[in-house]
């Protein structure tokens, strides 16, 4: 996946071709690159990197196919500091 800066109009000429492909409608198509570029224009303007290259987001996957069990957990201290909140995630057992 690119970056958003990486993105280049072919780019988005692919994607609208391909999301036709499947037999959206024109409107569908239009709507859904408008979502994209208003949505990447409000990360933009909060200073939000859209790819979290700053460490804006973290995964944590607790379940999946591939898991024998799910992973057990609590949501611990909340915290605030250096313009980015942390949260704790504690293993039960």
Request: charged share 30%; proline share 5%.
């Amino acid at each position: 996946m690119k970056h958003p800066t990486e993105v280049v109009p072919d780019d988005v000429v692919r994607w609208r071709d391909w999301l036709r492909s499947r037999k959206k409608s024109f409107a569908t198509v239009a709507f859904k690159l408008s979502v994209v570029r208003s949505f990447f224009e409000y990360l933009k303007a909060a200073g939000v990197d859209p790819c979290g290259e700053r460490g804006e987001f973290h995964t944590f996957v607790f379940a999946g196919p591939s898991f024998k069990d799910e992973v057990r957990l609590t949501v611990g201290e909340r915290v605030f500091r250096d313009s980015f909140w942390f949260c704790d995630l504690v293993p039960e057992g």
